[in-house]
């Protein structure tokens, strides 16, 4: 990721502003955005590192790291590992049904099959 954009379109906002306060407020400027051009780039770092945190965050157990190349960040991305669904048990078959040897009476009245004595 190349940060220069960025702090580029801040030092040219600065000119910008500073044109606005006269001769003093341009010279002032030019005299500040060479300092601040390392303060942006740290910044900008920061705020790059705290993001990766928090998405870490939402993305665990995956991760993203911020790794610094030269002057130049870049990001790592460690996905979660897939999940695997576990295969569902075997539904068991159903038993036959035997034909019953007991004899059973039905009463009147009654809810209940009950085997002859």
Same mark, same amino acid.
């Given at each position: 990721?190349?940060?220069?954009?960025?702090?580029?379109?801040?030092?040219?906002?600065?000119?910008?502003?500073?044109?606005?306060?006269?001769?003093? /407020?341009?010279?002032?400027?030019? #005299?500040?955005? =060479? @300092?601040?051009?390392?303060?942006? &780039? +740290?910044?900008?770092? !920061?705020?790059?590192?705290? /993001?990766?945190?928090?998405?870490? #965050?939402?993305? =665990? @157990?995956?991760?993203?790291?911020? &790794? +610094?190349?030269?002057? !130049?960040?870049?990001?790592?991305?460690?996905?979660?590992?897939?999940?695997?669904?576990? @295969?569902?048990?075997?539904?068991?078959?159903?038993?036959?049904?035997?034909?019953?040897?007991?004899?059973?009476?039905?009463?009147?009245?009654?809810?209940?099959?009950?085997?002859?004595?």
């Amino acid at each position: 990721m190349d940060l220069t954009q960025y702090v580029s379109k801040l030092s040219a906002e600065l000119a910008v502003a500073a044109e606005a306060g006269g001769e003093d /407020a341009r010279a002032l400027a030019e #005299r500040l955005i =060479a @300092p601040l051009d390392s303060a942006v &780039r +740290l910044t900008l770092l !920061e705020a790059l590192s705290s /993001a990766a945190d928090e998405i870490t #965050r939402d993305l =665990a @157990p995956g991760s993203v790291e911020l &790794r +610094l190349r030269g002057r !130049e960040p870049s990001f790592v991305v460690t996905p979660p590992p897939p999940t695997i669904p576990s @295969p569902a048990p075997p539904n068991p078959a159903p038993l036959p049904r035997r034909p019953s040897s007991t004899p059973t009476t039905q009463w009147p009245g009654s809810t209940c099959a009950c085997p002859s004595s």
